[in-house]
């Protein structure tokens, strides 16, 4: 069913987001400034994906870059507005509505502001399910969507149109190269699609599922109730239905490094109760890859691993981890849809170079 | 007065072109091959700057790329007519005629081919009057014709349209970006102008004199003339119309290293007569620089450094530079309009981050 969004949503909505973003898409706060001030006191129709005319012109909004830039190089606000339309006059076609390309606290909440500075709806839906680092990683690809032509813009109101006919991974390396050289950020449209599209493309009500998760998170808080409980009481009715803690400690290193656009590294989590014994290693190429407890994987890509403070479960991006933190780790598996061999060959382990086969979290955990 | 070119004037244009090119502007066989085999037996229209309408469109094509790679990355050909389609579609017009951006091996020769391919005339005028490594080094954007929109295609039928408005140094950084990810070399349209602008803007008649160098130079040789008179006098009622000969001898070193998109080094000459002492050292980025005589400038941009074979005077490019080629070092001087003030800003030896102030060629050689 479609539905009202509003500002005083952004804060839940940013916070779920977040946790789904499995340590990128971007950072929740700047997001969330952004669209409450284009937004004020109006409301975005947030459409549902069943309730979507057939030929809807539907044309996804997002940012990309490295987090290690986001959080430093605050965009002037116009871009995303501003690459929807290049690629509107490039096609000669108008957007009936926009949409997410991921989850994450950022690209959650670009889409938004697109709808709000150009009076469009968004749809509840996105291509990833979770934040992947590479633009070609959609399941809107997976299952046949193009993601050329791209359109780009910088803060200085550069405008770039990439086409590169059905070739999304050489979409990919131009417009990260482009994005590379306008100091690590630019906001893009890509993956037109239509209405029929999205049904068969995209990773359905992420966005509400998101606002759900930060919602329930926030009232246990308020309740004084467990927000572990809550978030897997929230997941439960969900595509992700399934979830595992992995591992409780303490952050003890973080090695991080802006190589060629992305934020790659290592987190390793140390336990810290009296009587705690182990470790937790987690590999990221700007959202969490894998996680080895002792040396054993307990959870891959593309299942969520979501890295939370352990006592107000608040998700911590990969730009956020710090030395001295307490954490919890979360596994949460993924909608069958994401675990095809077509998905896994496009953002399983394989397609980041990782020597590891993917296994279910939820299937690991029983062992 | 307006002309027809045909595939025999090709050996001896891109032998002048290269000449002008001072080392870079690519290898002139592989462009002569390409117009060759796109022309056949038809001729070409090669319009005197003099004689546009004020309001035809120009739009001009090349190549961009460093030359290390344009020499074993044959383009597939369709390349430069499918930027300037690309650049048409995006602004919805149709080009009247094409025209360089350069003097020099293959970009002498790209706009043939877009001409041979689409049946255009090509003006006879090009944008550096001489070959430069940057695409915003021209007389074009100093004179007040912008760059922007770019629009780039690649060997596999990419499309990219780069527009950055007045800031055509940020559209050649994006620019170059993107050819970097191509592998190193792509094709281009860009500087949409009008007839009225190529008069006001444009170096005139470039392409005419090429043509009489590389045949003046081949005349010579048949008639046992030296062909370094044959230059002098080729050049004396042109724009072009002080010679001096800088320096003979052998190539003792060359260093040449691509980095960023461009080759840049340092060859050094050594005097080989029985008798001779000193050295010449000339340093380049894609074009030669400057030259250093024992160490006292002799030469340096814009005015063109060329590189000859010492008895036939064929031109070298900065990669056909190769240790013991016995040479001639010709400094040429260049048109007052690319002497200004601002035209120094802007390709002068500030703009490539020499110490230096600028000197013509022809006022050094009188000390």
Chains 1, 2 share one sequence.
Not at 262 to 275: E, H, N, S
Not at 351 to 364: H, N, Q, R
Request: with cysteine; charged share 25%; hydrophobic share 45%.
């Amino acid at each position: 069913m479609s539905w009202e969004l509003t500002a005083a949503d952004l804060p839940d909505l940013a916070r779920g987001a977040t946790l789904l973003g499995t340590g990128g898409g971007g950072d929740p706060y700047v997001g969330q400034l952004m669209v409450a001030n284009a937004l004020g006191s109006r409301s975005i129709t947030v459409l549902d994906p069943d309730e979507l005319a057939d030929d809807l012109v539907v044309i996804p909004t997002a940012q990309m870059g490295a987090p290690t830039v986001v959080i430093e190089k605050m965009p002037a606000g116009t871009e995303p507005s501003l690459a929807l339309q290049t690629l509107e006059e490039y096609l000669g076609v108008r957007a009936g509505a926009t949409m997410p390309i991921e989850c994450g606290g950022i690209n959650s909440m670009i889409p938004l502001l697109v709808a709000a500075e150009r009076g469009l709806p968004v749809v509840d839906a996105d291509g990833m399910g979770r934040a992947f680092p590479e633009l070609s990683m959609e399941t809107f690809a997976v299952y046949g969507v193009h993601g050329s032509p791209l359109a780009l813009a910088g803060e200085r109101g550069e405008r770039v149109v990439i086409d590169t006919g059905d070739d999304d991974r050489q979409m990919e390396w131009l417009a990260r190269g482009v994005t590379i050289r306008l100091g690590g950020v630019a906001h893009i449209a890509e993956y037109v699609m239509s209405g029929a599209d999205v049904r068969r493309t995209a990773v359905p009500r992420t966005l509400s599922m998101a606002l759900a998760l930060g919602r329930a998170i926030r009232l246990a808080r308020e309740e004084k109730r467990s927000p572990f409980d809550a978030i897997e009481s929230a997941l439960a009715p969900t595509l992700y239905n399934k979830m595992v803690t992995l591992f409780e400690g303490k952050v003890a290193d973080v090695e991080r490094r802006t190589t060629e656009g992305f934020a790659r590294g290592v987190a390793k989590i140390v336990a810290d109760g009296p009587d705690a014994a182990g470790e937790l290693e987690i590999r990221f190429q700007n959202e969490n890859l894998l996680a080895l407890r002792d040396g054993e994987l307990v959870a891959i890509v593309p299942d969520l691993i979501c890295v939370v403070e352990r006592d107000s479960a608040e998700p911590i991006t990969t730009e956020g981890l710090r030395y001295g933190q307490r954490v919890r780790v979360l596994g949460i598996s993924t909608p069958d849809l994401m675990r095809t061999p077509e998905a896994l060959a496009a953002f399983g382990p394989g397609a980041f170079g990782l020597d590891k086969s993917f296994e279910p979290v939820e299937v690991m955990a029983t062992r």
